[in-house]
Every structure is written in C-alpha cells, then in structure tokens.
C-alpha cells in the first residue's frame, strides 16, 4: 500500500519538454491528493504542484504555465508534464501521495536541464 515509484527523468536542454510519471500501488490512489515535489543540491525540498481527488490542481509560481500535473486513476498514475525547461528546474522530483493522515514517497528521480 503506498508505494510510488517516478519514471521518465533524464537530461534535456533548456527550452525542452519532459515528462515524468509515478505509479502507485495500493488502492487509495483514486481518494489521495497527489503531488510533485522537487530537490535541487543544497537546496530544500520544494513543491512543484499537487492534485487532490476532484482534480483540482496547485503550482508553485515558479512552474505555473509550463507545468502541468494530471492524474489517471484508472492506471494509479499521476503524471507532471514539463514545458520550457530551464536549468534552475534541475533537481531531483519526488512524487508524493496524502491520505487523510498518511503519507507515501517516491525514491525520486533525477531531472537536469543543460543551458
């Protein structure tokens, strides 16, 4: 129950696209608000953006417009589709899943933007 594990980091060039997905197992995904988070070296681990159970999302001002966070509850999957890449958005992205009081985290995976 809870485990998430983050697909489809890699390296692009600024101005590209990625996107990136987290597949859950358990059956509380459908009732969990989802989330991406992010850690650049030296840096806290910040939001990126979440989605709750009625689809309503949240961004970081940093990301809003080139980001986009989307669920499919069918497959367990939330996905952050990412626009306009720039190298300050390198960082590893975390997904995260909320249940009422519980809480899950992905192993993370890496994310580089090359100027």
């Known amino acids: 129950q809870g485990q998430l594990v983050e697909f489809g980091g890699g390296l692009v060039q600024a101005g590209g696209s990625l996107k990136v997905s987290c597949a859950a197992s358990?059956?509380?995904?459908?009732?969990?608000?989802m989330g991406w988070y992010r850690q650049a070296p030296g840096k806290q681990r910040e939001l990126v953006a979440t989605?709750?159970?009625?689809?309503?999302?949240n961004y970081a001002d940093s990301v809003v417009g080139r980001f986009t966070i989307s669920r499919d509850n069918a497959k367990n999957t939330v996905y952050l589709q990412m626009n306009s890449l720039k190298p300050e958005d390198t960082a590893v992205y975390y997904c995260?899943?909320?249940?009422?009081?519980?809480?899950?985290w992905g192993q993370g995976t890496q994310v580089t933007v090359s100027s």
């Open positions: 358990g059956s509380i995904f459908s009732m969990s608000t």
């Open positions: 995260s899943l909320r249940y009422g009081l519980v809480g899950y």
């Open positions: 989605i709750t159970k009625d689809d309503i999302t």
